[in-house]
């Protein structure tokens, strides 16, 4: 089984257009994550859930929205999709939000390509 | 803020051979963790190894070891008997342990690209 699953793995759509990436995890954690991976392969953070509450959100356009309906799912909801937005999305999650190894398991990243 | 440095854009290395990837940081948390994951071309992100800022010994997992020199903010990963299915990107990441900004999110150094040569 998968333990952290995004949907769709591809997702190309004209400017202008929303879109939403869907974020499913089985490993029972309680935080997820939102990455982005530009073209220059640097990843950075965009937003994290823990127990469905908002924890960190980073200096993110308003049009990207973070939904968490429960502990195991985490969507992304993209607004008015701009070419800046091509990049690879990445969900996450850990059991903890900052304690001991907890690491962060990475689902297969979305490529989104806004032409 | 944190910051991770990985001054090496790409490595290479012969099969069977040791090598050593840095990676440098920079912090103010008295408390943080440190990681090394690899992405291989097929883009997905796979965690390899991680280290406290407060343990006192290196880190190993296999053939991955984190040489930690806390004096220096250095996470050096170490991978020996290198193969060829150790080719892949590699990013060192941080997270703040100590609550504020940091807590709790990954920062990435920009990536070093492995190849390993038969």
């Known amino acids: 089984d998968t333990a952290v699953s995004q949907t769709p793995k591809y997702l190309v759509t004209q400017m202008g257009n929303d879109k939403s990436i869907k974020c499913e995890q089985n490993?029972?954690?309680?935080?997820m994550y939102w990455y982005k991976q530009d073209s220059k392969k640097f990843l950075k953070i965009m937003f994290s859930?823990?127990?469905?509450?908002?924890?960190i959100n980073e200096t993110v356009p308003n049009r990207f929205s973070p939904k968490s309906p429960d502990k195991a799912h985490l969507n992304l909801h993209i607004n008015s999709l701009e070419l800046g937005d091509s990049a690879v999305y990445f969900c996450?999650?850990?059991?903890?939000?900052?304690?001991?190894?907890?690491?962060?398991?990475f689902g297969p990243g979305t490529r989104l390509t806004v032409t | 803020a944190q910051k991770i440095t990985q001054t090496q854009p790409g490595m290479f290395v012969q099969e069977k051979e040791a090598v050593t990837l840095d990676c440098t940081y920079d912090?103010?948390?008295?408390?943080?963790?440190l990681f090394w994951y690899k992405q291989p071309s097929s883009g997905e992100m796979i965690f390899l190894i991680y280290?406290?800022?407060?343990?006192?010994q290196n880190a190993t997992e296999g053939r991955y070891s984190l040489n930690f020199q806390k004096a220096r903010k250095s996470a050096n990963l170490v991978i020996s008997a290198s193969q060829l299915g150790d080719s892949a990107m590699y990013f060192c990441?941080?997270?703040?342990?100590?609550?504020?900004?940091?807590?709790?999110?990954?920062?990435f150094g920009q990536g070093t690209i492995l190849t390993v040569h038969p």
């Open positions: 280290q406290g800022s407060y343990d006192e």
């Open positions: 859930y823990n127990n469905k509450e908002l924890i």
């Open positions: 912090t103010s948390d008295q408390s943080y963790g």
């Open positions: 490993l029972g954690h309680d935080t």
């Open positions: 990441a941080m997270r703040g342990d100590s609550g504020g900004t940091s807590y709790g999110k990954l920062t």
């Open positions: 996450a999650s850990s059991q903890d939000l900052g304690q001991g190894a907890g690491e962060q398991y």
